[in-house]
């Protein structure tokens, strides 16, 4: 059976400020509108995950938290292979073995550079396939009877 995986990178968080640090930072209100767009690009598409997952940094874990509560889907987990700065194997790794577990859609909020390094490894490259601009939504399909993953779409929030 197919999976369907989204990836999506955590929306506009606030800049660095001084003696802050990174993993504190959280989203703006373009951030928060972002989210929004996302959530409402996935109703009007019946993108419906039945699993979230998400990075536990405040942008990552708020960018899940407003599609989650816009789009109606179920609670998020936080995952600590998907925050900042995870090693992309461990990180590729981590998800092989969760994937028995996940349902037919999953969704995992996480930071770039690691998700376009995770979806490189998941597509079979070992260098980054494409860069994922803030707040934007891939999509992969998981074919079980093949042990591999197909790329069907990215979509920039701006073109949501």
Not at 111 to 116: C, V
Request: hydrophobic share 45%; glycine share 4%; with cysteine.
């Amino acid at each position: 059976m197919d999976k369907y995986l989204y990836f999506l990178r955590h929306a506009t968080a606030e800049v660095i400020r001084p003696n802050q640090l990174d993993i504190d930072r959280c989203l703006i209100e373009k951030g928060r509108l972002q989210a929004r767009r996302v959530a409402a690009f996935m109703q009007r598409n019946a993108i419906v995950p039945e699993a979230v997952f998400s990075s536990p940094y405040p942008r990552a874990a708020q960018t899940a938290a407003i599609v989650r509560k816009e789009a109606g889907l179920p609670a998020v987990q936080e995952l600590e292979w998907l925050a900042l700065t995870t090693d992309s194997q461990f990180a590729y790794q981590q998800l092989q073995q969760l994937l028995a577990e996940l349902p037919t859609h999953a969704l995992l909020v996480g930071h770039e550079p690691d998700l376009s390094l995770l979806i490189g490894s998941l597509l079979g490259s070992e260098n980054m396939a494409f860069k994922i601009k803030k707040a934007s939504l891939t999509c992969l399909c998981y074919q079980a009877d093949q042990n591999s993953f197909q790329l069907e779409w990215s979509i920039p929030a701006k073109f949501m």
